[in-house]
């Protein structure tokens, strides 16, 4: 098949909204959303802001199967309010979450799946946002213990702030071409250190420091796949498969702390030094 | 003259004085093992290292050595209990300005080193160690999320300097399009928007809020006091379950109750 | 912001419900809800105040000439024109099955 031919074939997953992307994801058929948008369990705080809410808070929550195993999926809006997590959203990812290790200890074995398309804490929400944020971070790591919580970074959005938090506590991450992953978004960056430290307008050097192709090349994810629905469908349901990770990424102190010590930090880093120190051979 | 707290030093120092430190930690991390009464407690803080070899997390921030050294602090203090009944209390002592914002940051995953920090915490309220937060200075963002956020119960000191939140004002302001006046005004309608601790406490994320006299030197009554708080919150944490379900329940956040009501309803 | 009512005749209600669109900068989320019938209203809540007279207008020339199905609607905007609002309207028409 030619290059262009392939492009054809494919159909993209960045482009699906929350709703379409959970319900890609899912086995046909079984897609069962929870409090959906006509619950209308809408944000309490952005009206009172002169700020327009969304029905469903820019959060999905849908129970389902993925190769006949039971997950729930928890999608992010990236269109509304930049998939910024509220009291809401974010309650509706982390009481998911619960549910689902509470699944666990009575036997179903419920898995997760997140997609992240997200600026981190919604700041109109500040504090509730960043204390639900804690919370889905407490319910990964339950989930974790007994099945994979698999985190999806497609982009346009990417995910950052307490977010990539949530995603760095993930089984296993999966990335495409299109996303970008960092604690701190670029001008917050630029502001607070200067623009010899982070030029925020140089779109090419904030990809090749946060950009999905490069943490992949570090190893800071998993997966790195096509903007395809059935690219990312089949990468989703073969990690669900593989089973919990031998050790979680976030749990692997020691080997970081190692890697760190060999860091010259006299002089600035580039990309091909981080590749090499995380994924290079070590003495 | 310096540029960064030293609160969290003076708490650790205080509250750690007769406990031996734990080694082998980067030196913006302070860990000590001792007791509150019969209880066993690791204390562990974040402090300024003006020499940090990250020039961007001097200053108390929480960058990549803090967060995986934190990890590191949290899960020895998990093996050395693995066999335990009585499993050591942790003590975060949190006074953090922010999580460490740099290039060399981003490149090398200071996401990846926060979730190393809140993977060891919520790992060790699982295992039923107590997890406890002080607050006696800012709790910041993604910093306060790394170095407390996963605790059972969380104390703060009653203090214009203790704050929560997920942005500085000024950082705020300007990504929610908005002068700091317009945000300080909105702050005090918007509970969840505001700085102060009594409006963080209404919200129900704390377990107690504490006055003390001198909270920049604290006095050996204020060392008692907090103390005796911390003890009792120990004990709460030992009777109540390991998750965060304490948490919940207070009007002005009556939306993450209700949702996860429904949830379950559906579920 | 401001929240605006609207009402129109209507014919009988349609079976199903729909949501379509997403409140994302030039846009706008349209539920659609089957309603009392002989009766359309909707709901909208815009980020653009002082706009009740384009909406009216908008709706009034949508529904000329057509009776529309009697259902409940609500509006999320986000500054969408006029063009994307009819988009979603007929994409939203179409879903809850009515012709």
Known sequence: ?283 | ?267 | METLSFEFPAGQPPLGRALVGCVGSGDLEVMLEPGLPGKLTIQVVTSVNGSSARWQHLFERMFDGQMPPAMSIDIHDFGATPGVVRLRLEQGFEEIGHD
């Not at chain 1, 977010?163 to 992953?181: D, F």
């Not at chain 1, 490069?214 to 998993?222: F, I, M, P, T």
């Not at chain 2, 295992?127 to 306060?144: E, N, R, T, W």
């Not at chain 2, 009594?198 to 107690?208: I, K, N, P, R, T």
């Open chain 2, 1 to 267: 003259m310096s540029s960064y707290s030293t609160r969290g030093l003076k708490w650790f120092n205080a509250l750690a004085a007769n406990a031996v430190e734990v080694t082998g930690l980067p030196t913006s991390v302070k860990a000590a093992d001792g007791t509150m009464g019969d209880q066993p407690a690791r204390f562990l803080a974040v402090v300024a290292d003006p020499d940090n070899r990250f020039p961007r997390a001097r200053n108390g921030e929480v960058g990549l050595l803090e967060g995986w050294g934190l990890a590191h602090a949290v899960d020895t203090a998990i093996e050395l209990d693995r066999q335990s009944e009585n499993k050591r209390a942790l003590i975060a002592i949190i006074d953090v300005p922010s999580q460490a914002y740099g290039r060399r940051e981003e490149a090398l995953g200071i996401h990846q080193a926060l979730a190393g920090a809140v993977d060891a915490y919520a790992r060790a309220r699982l295992a039923g160690h107590p997890v406890i937060g002080l607050l006696v200075g800012k709790a910041m963002s993604g910093a306060f999320l790394a170095h407390g956020y996963q605790a059972n119960r969380l104390i703060a000191l009653r203090d214009p300097g203790v704050m929560v939140h997920a942005m500085g004002k000024a950082s705020a302001a300007r990504v929610t399009l908005r002068s700091v006046e317009e945000l300080e005004k909105l702050a005090a309608s918007i509970p969840p928007m505001a700085y102060d601790i009594d409006s963080y406490a209404g919200l129900g994320l704390l377990w107690e809020t504490l006055s003390v006299s001198q909270i920049e030197e604290p006095s050996a009554a204020d060392i008692r006091a907090v103390q005796e708080c911390l003890t009792a919150a120990v004990k709460d944490a030992q009777a109540g379950g390991n998750d965060l379900s304490s948490r919940l329940g207070a009007p002005n956040r009556s939306a993450s109750s209700k949702v996860r009501e429904l949830l379950r309803a559906q579920w």
């Open chain 1, 1 to 283: 098949m030619t290059d262009n031919a392939h492009l054809l074939k494919q159909h993209s997953f960045v482009e699906l909204g929350a709703r379409q992307r959970a319900r890609a994801l899912l086995d046909a058929g079984s897609f069962r959303e929870l409090i959906d948008p006509f619950a209308r369990m809408t944000s309490p705080w952005l009206p009172k802001q002169g700020v327009v809410p969304q029905a469903d808070d820019g959060v999905v929550i849908a129970k389902g199967s993925i190769g006949g195993k039971p997950v729930v999926v928890c999608a992010i809006e990236g269109n509304f309010q930049g998939g910024s997590m509220g009291e809401v959203g974010g309650a509706k990812m982390a009481g998911a979450l619960e549910l689902a290790a509470e699944d666990n200890r009575k036997g179903i074995p419920t898995a997760a799946v997140l997609l992240l398309e997200t600026g981190g804490v919604r700041l109109q929400e500040a504090n509730l946002g960043l204390a639900a944020i804690a919370e889905i971070h407490a319910a990964i790591v339950d989930l974790r213990r007994y099945q994979p919580v698999i985190g999806v970074v497609a982009g346009s959005v990417g995910c950052f702030g307490g977010m990539s938090i949530a995603a760095g506590l993930c089984s296993y991450l999966v990335v495409t071409q299109e996303a970008r992953l960092g604690l701190n978004g670029p001008q917050v960056i630029e502001q607070e250190a200067g623009i010899e430290e982070y030029d925020s307008r140089d779109r090419p050097f904030i990809w090749s420091i946060t950009g999905g192709e490069q943490r992949y090349a570090s190893g800071l994810v998993d997966a790195f796949v096509a903007d395809d629905v059935a690219a990312v469908q089949q990468h989703v349901e073969h990690l669900l498969h593989k089973g919990k990770p031998e050790q979680e990424r976030s749990s692997q102190y020691a080997l970081f702390l190692q890697r760190l010590g060999q860091v010259d930090t006299t002089t600035q880093i580039d990309p091909a030094a981080v590749r090499s120190l995380y994924q290079g051979e070590q003495p």
